[in-house]
Nanobody
Framework: QVQLVESGGGLVQPGGSVMLACAAS???????????IGWFRQAPGKEREFVAA?????????HFADSVKGRSTISRDDAKNTVYLRMNGLKPEDTAVYYC???????????????WGQGTQVTVSA
C-alpha cells in the first residue's frame, strides 16, 4: 500500500512552466523507490490520459505521452520519497487535474496503475 500526495499545481500562463511533485509514503520498509511512478491527467469533459512515468529505484527508464514529449521531464528523489514532473511550454490544452500514480512496474503504471493520488489542478490561461 502506498499513499500519494500531489502538489505544485496552479494557474500558469501559456508558454510557462510548472513543476509538480508527488510525495509517497507507504508501509515500513517500502519507499517510493520500490515503485514505478506515473502521472495521468484529466481535462474537463475528457477521459483520463497518461502523461509520463519513471521506473523504480535508480532506473533511468522513462516514458512520455506524445503530447508532452520533448517539453517535459520526470525525475525522482528517492531520499525524499518524491517524484517530480516538470512541464515547459504549457498550452491551454494542458489544463487538467494531474494525478500521481504508482505500481510495481513501469509497464503497469503506464496502463493500469494500482495507486492514485487525489490530484492537483493545473490551469493554463492568460
Amino acid at each position: 500500500q502506498v499513499q500519494l500526495v500531489e502538489s505544485g499545481g496552479g494557474l500558469v500562463q501559456p508558454g510557462g512552466s510548472v513543476m509538480l511533485a508527488c510525495a509517497a509514503s507507504g508501509r515500513t520498509g517500502r519507499t517510493v523507490g520500490n515503485y514505478a511512478i506515473g502521472w495521468f491527467r484529466q481535462a474537463p469533459g475528457k477521459e483520463r490520459e497518461f502523461v509520463a512515468a519513471i521506473g523504480w529505484w535508480s532506473s533511468s527508464s522513462t516514458h512520455f505521452a506524445d503530447s508532452v514529449k520533448g517539453r517535459s521531464t520526470i525525475s525522482r528523489d528517492d531520499a525524499k520519497n518524491t517524484v517530480y514532473l516538470r512541464m515547459n511550454g504549457l498550452k491551454p490544452e494542458d489544463t487538467a487535474v494531474y494525478y500521481c500514480t504508482a505500481d510495481s512496474a513501469l509497464s503497469t503504471v503506464i496502463r493500469r496503475p494500482a495507486y492514485w493520488g487525489q490530484g492537483t489542478q493545473v490551469t493554463v490561461s492568460a
